[in-house]
């Protein structure tokens, strides 16, 4: 399999100026491609991506890169480094309205719920020892997965699917930890998550220190919106030269 990173951008409406001012300034020496979907990035839009982005050759791992998202200038260095079984890793990063819950996630102890939102002093941790952590789930933010785990993910199972009481990205990285994938946290990178004001570690640890646990550490769920029809879904493919 050739090395090679597929960036997937999904869409939806306009993108954020620092965002965009971001990527461009980003090291892309890795990046071989650039699959975008312009419409709802939920389900049937996901799905379109990543079977775009699997009828080309050229790559080993597929980057999801969504718009709200700011990850280091040099992370797509970081990625290309990962090894073949480290099948889907994400980057730590935060919900950008308060308590700041981190977007990492592990067992919860709640036999009704299936992951739990890594709490400060584990984040305080990681991120003060960067490495590759296993987890049992990653947002979509800034998140790799490798070709092998697309290519023979079970068939009979969704790869995409979303709920009230789950996202479609937590569902991704549940599903395919019980796939036997493996699951990881990159805690070298740790994006900011855009709101009014860029998201990141500092906020995360700022709100804990002050309110403690008197705010209960809930992880937001998006809200099922009525879906595009899938063949309204615009999915643009851009290639490099292979002189690039």
């Not at 990035?41 to 699997?54: E, F, I």
């Not at 009481?165 to 549940?174: K, L, N, P």
């Not at 036997?180 to 990178?189: E, K, M, N, Q, R």
């Not at 008197?214 to 292979?242: F, I, N």
Request: hydrophobic residues 40%.
């Amino acid at each position: 399999m050739t090395p090679g990173i597929v960036v997937g951008m999904p869409l939806y409406r306009s993108i954020p100026a620092t965002f965009f001012t971001h990527w461009l300034t980003m090291d892309k020496t890795p990046v071989r491609a650039t699959v975008s979907v312009q419409g709802v990035y939920l389900t049937h839009a996901m799905t379109k991506l990543v079977n775009l982005a699997l009828e080309h050759d050229g790559w080993d791992k597929l980057v999801i890169l969504e718009s709200d998202v700011i990850p280091p200038l040099g992370a797509f260095n970081r990625v290309a480094e990962y090894q073949a079984d480290k099948h889907v890793v994400g980057p730590v990063m935060f919900q950008h309205v308060p308590p700041y819950t981190a977007m990492v996630f592990g067992p919860d102890p709640d036999p009704k719920g299936t992951v739990k939102p890594f709490g400060p002093d584990i984040i305080k941790q990681i991120v003060e020892n960067p490495a590759l952590y296993e987890c049992c789930a990653v947002s979509f933010g800034f998140t790799t997965i490798h070709r092998t785990l697309l290519e023979n993910w079970d068939k009979s199972v969704p790869m995409f699917q979303h709920s009230n009481d789950v996202s479609h990205d937590v569902y991704f990285a549940t599903e395919a930890k019980k796939q036997g994938f493996g699951v990881y946290v990159d805690s070298s990178l740790v994006c900011d998550h855009l709101s009014e004001i860029p998201v990141s570690y500092p906020q995360n640890q700022a709100f804990s220190a002050i309110y403690g646990e008197q705010v209960p550490l809930e992880t937001a769920m998006r809200l099922e919106r009525p879906a595009t029809p899938a063949d309204s879904v615009l999915v643009t493919w851009e290639e490099k030269d292979a002189a690039d």
